[in-house]
């Protein structure tokens, strides 16, 4: 069953091309931090940072328990646990964030070999992806602001 993921604007989850009813606000969080992470495992203690600042045993339990009521929603092996982490079971390309990057990432490569009509389309294409702030509809959404910086930082080399 293909599973998509829209993060840029309120979180639309789809599966089989029909949207899910959206799950509680910090599950959704959970789904956030994972589809920012596409097929990267991360590490529990990772997840919980991020949403609540911190990692006691209390906030993991929330977790697992977030994860098993995603599992119900996505379908049981759409979140795997590995290790002392979770890895979203999705294709990059069914998560908007990602294709949004990658064609950005291809209209700025167009253009720069004087390309424009190709550049043209991918900026487009990436434009109607973007339906509005990323994680818009998300509590406390600042848990996004670390990864930001950390791209715009590894991208920059410094």
């Given at each position: 069953m293909p599973i998509s993921i829209h993060v840029l604007g309120p979180q639309i989850i789809m599966r089989d091309g029909e949207e899910i009813h959206p799950p509680a606000p910090q599950q959704r969080r959970v789904l956030a931090v994972l589809a920012s992470h596409p097929g990267e495992v991360v590490a529990r203690e990772a997840i919980s940072q991020r949403i609540w600042g911190s990692a006691t045993a209390q906030q993991l339990r929330s977790l697992q328990s977030y994860v098993s009521h995603l599992r119900t929603i996505l379908g049981a092996h759409a979140i795997e646990l590995v290790g002392v982490g979770y890895r979203l079971n999705v294709e990059d390309e069914q998560i908007d964030e990602v294709q949004?990057?990658?064609?950005?990432?291809?209209?700025?490569?167009?253009?720069?070999?004087?390309?424009f009509r190709e550049a043209r389309a991918h900026l487009e294409a990436a434009l109607k992806l973007y339906r509005g702030k990323p994680y818009d509809d998300l509590p406390n959404g600042d848990f996004t602001e670390p990864r930001l910086r950390r791209r715009h930082h590894d991208r920059v080399g410094g």
């Open positions: 949004f990057r990658h064609h950005v990432e291809r209209g700025l490569n167009h253009v720069s070999q004087g390309r």
